[in-house]
C-alpha cells in the first residue's frame, strides 16, 4: 500500500529524488507531520544516506556534514536533507562521547540544531527505503542519552534565564523580566517534557505536544493550565508585575521538581 | 544569628532554586551555593508559607526517626535560621506573592465562562447583564450539575475532584473550545440553560429533565 504524508505520496517524495537513490540508499521521512503535530503548512522532510557528499551536485545549503535539497511538490515543501555514512558515523561517536552525567557550563549547546533534529527523527520518522540500512543507523544511536542530553541542556538554560530574571528584577528592569521569567516557565516546560520521554527539541511544537497528550497526562494538564493562566494575567500595576515575576519563578521550580522527580522514576 | 522562633512562618525567597548536580543537592541565589544534607534538604521542601516552623518540625518528625522529638525541633529550628541568615527564606510580609493560584481561579472561571456561553439559550445575554458574583454563582452551579453526572457515572479510572474537573474542561477550553462543548454536549446531553437574575435561579435543560433551582442552593 503507498502510504502518504501531508497529501504527498510515498513514491511520489521518492520520485523527487529517483536520480539520486540506489537500490541500497536508506530513506526516511520525519518531521512535524510524521509525528502527529504538523498543519498545512508543514514541510516533509526527507533524510537519505550516500556514501559521498560531493556526489551531490545540486543543494541549497551546503552543511558540510549535510547537503539539503528544496523541493515543491503539490503546494507542499519538501526538503530532503542528505548525510553521509561518515557524518553520521562522527555524530554518534560525538553524543556517546558527551559527558551527560557532568554536564557543565561547557557542555551547554554541544549539539547544534541539525545534529539534534536529526537524532531526534531518526527515531520518529517512517522509513521509506532499505529498512536495513536504515536500522543500523539507528543502532549507532542511544535515544536515552539523546534524551538525557536534551535535558541537562535544558537545565542550564532553565537556571541562566532564571538568574537573569532575578536580576532584571532586581534591579527595576520589570518589563525584561517579564520576558525572561515567561521565557523561564518555558523552557521549564521542555523539561517536563523530557523527563517523559520526548526528544522533540522544537520549541514552536511545545504545545501542540502538551494539547496532544492533554487528556492522558495529568501532569502536562495541569502545567497547560499554569502556563496559560500565567500568561493571561498579565497586571498593570508595578507592584503586581513584581508578583507577576516570581509567580513565574515559583511556577518554573515546581515543574523543574516534578521533571526531577519523574527523571529519578525513570533510572 | 538571627534565630526563628517555633510559630515563624517562613517563605522561600525569589532568587532561590534548588538543584541536583552529580548526586549532590544544593540551594542557589545567584552565585552562592549552600550545599544541603539529608535533613535541610527535606526541611526546605516543608517550607510553604503556610507551616509554622514548629509544624514544619513535626512532619519531619517521621522522616528521621532515628532523632528523638527533641532534637528534630532544634535542629529545624538552627536549620531554618541558618536559612534565614543566608537570605533563602523571609517572613511572607517581606516576600512577593505567589499568584500561581489566583491566575489560574480567573482563568478556569473565564474559560468555563466561555463554554457556559455557548450553551445559553439567548446568545449574547448572558456575557453582558450579569454581575461576575452571579456569574461565578451561576458557573459554579452548571458544572457541579456535570461533575455529579460525571461522578455518578464513572467507573473505570480514578474518579476527578470537583476543581480537577473544572481545571480539566477549561484548560482543553483554552485551545479547542469546539471540541469541548460538542464533548459536554454528547456526554451530558445539554439542551441549554438559563438564568433569572430576580429569583436568583438558573434553568438547566439536560438529559430530558429541567433543573431549576436557586444559585446558592448546594454552593
Not at chain 1, 498543519?39 to 516533509?44: G, L, Q, V
Not at chain 1, 551536485?57 to 548525510?83: A, L, M, N
Not at chain 1, 557542555?107 to 536500522?135: K, M
Request: hydrophobic share 35%; glycine share 4%.
Amino acid at each position: 500500500m503507498n502510504e502518504s504524508i501531508g497529501g504527498v505520496h510515498h513514491d511520489e517524495i521518492l520520485d523527487l529524488i529517483r536520480n539520486q537513490v540506489t537500490e541500497g540508499t536508506p530513506v526516511w521521512i520525519a518531521g512535524s507531520l510524521v509525528e502527529g503535530i504538523g498543519n498545512d503548512s508543514s514541510d516533509i522532510d526527507v533524510y537519505m544516506v550516500v556514501e559521498d557528499l560531493n556526489t551531490i551536485k545540486e543543494f541549497v545549503t551546503d552543511g558540510c556534514r549535510f547537503k539539503i535539497q528544496i523541493h515543491y511538490f503539490k503546494s507542499r515543501r519538501v526538503d530532503v536533507e542528505i548525510w553521509s555514512y561518515e557524518s553520521i558515523d562522527r555524530l554518534a561517536s560525538k553524543i556517546d562521547s558527551l559527558q551527560v552525567d557532568n554536564a557543565e557550563n561547557s557542555f551547554l549547546d554541544a549539539l547544534d540544531e541539525n545534529e539534534i533534529d536529526f537524532a531526534h527523527r531518526i527515531f520518529n520518522c517512517r522509513v521509506v527505503r532499505n529498512t536495513d540500512a536504515y536500522a543500523d543507523i539507528v543502532d549507532r544511536f542511544d535515544r536515552v542519552k539523546i534524551n538525557r542530553y536534551l535535558f541537562e541542556n535544558k537545565r542550564i538554560y532553565i537556571d541562566d534565564s532564571f538568574d537573569d530574571t532575578v536580576g532584571m528584577l532586581n534591579s527595576g528592569n520589570i518589563s525584561g523580566a517579564i520576558r525572561r521569567s515567561q521565557e523561564t516557565l518555558e523552557f521549564s516546560i521542555d523539561l517536563l517534557l523530557y523527563s517523559k520521554g520526548w526528544t522533540n527539541p522544537k520549541n514552536k511544537h511545545r504545545f501542540k505536544i502538551l494539547e496532544a497528550i492533554y487528556e492522558s497526562d495529568i501532569d502536562a494538564r495541569e502545567v497547560y493550565l499554569d502556563y496559560w493562566s500565567f500568561m493571561h494575567n498579565l497586571p498593570i500595576n508595578k507592584y503586581d508585575k513584581r508578583d507577576y515575576v516570581n509567580t513565574a519563578l515559583h511556577l518554573s521550580e515546581k515543574m523543574v521538581e516534578k521533571a526531577y522527580c519523574l527523571r529519578r522514576e525513570a533510572v | 544569628m538571627t534565630m526563628v522562633a517555633l510559630g515563624d512562618v517562613l517563605v522561600k525567597h525569589h532568587a532561590v532554586r534548588r538543584r541536583v548536580v552529580n548526586g549532590d543537592i544544593f540551594l542557589i541565589k545567584l552565585t552562592d551555593l549552600c550545599r544541603l544534607d539529608e535533613f535541610s534538604n527535606s526541611a526546605w521542601k516543608l517550607i510553604n508559607g503556610k507551616w509554622s516552623i514548629f509544624e514544619i518540625a513535626n512532619h519531619l518528625g517521621p522522616r528521621f526517626p532515628s532523632m528523638a522529638q527533641h532534637e528534630v525541633i532544634e535542629k529545624t529550628v538552627l536549620c531554618l535560621s541558618e536559612y534565614l541568615n543566608l537570605g533563602y527564606v523571609l517572613s511572607p510580609s517581606d516576600a512577593l506573592d505567589n499568584k500561581s493560584e489566583v491566575y489560574k481561579a480567573l482563568t478556569v472561571s473565564k474559560y468555563l465562562g466561555s463554554v457556559m456561553q455557548v450553551f445559553y439559550s439567548q446568545p449574547g445575554i448572558w456575557q453582558k447583564s450579569i454581575s461576575e458574583s452571579f456569574k461565578e454563582k451561576l458557573t459554579v452551579r452548571f458544572f457541579r450539575i456535570l461533575y455529579e453526572m460525571y461522578e455518578s457515572e464513572i467507573s473505570d479510572k480514578p474518579i476527578e475532584s470537583e476543581t480537577e474537573f473544572r481545571n480539566r474542561i477549561a484548560g482543553k477550553t483554552i485551545f479547542n473550545i469546539d471540541d469541548t462543548v460538542s464533548d459536554l454536549k454528547n456526554k451530558y446531553d445539554i439542551k441549554g440553560w438559563r438564568h433569572d437574575v430576580d429569583t436568583h435561579s438558573i434553568v438547566i435543560q439536560y438529559r430530558g429533565t429541567v433543573y431549576s433551582g436557586d444559585v446558592d442552593n448546594r454552593l
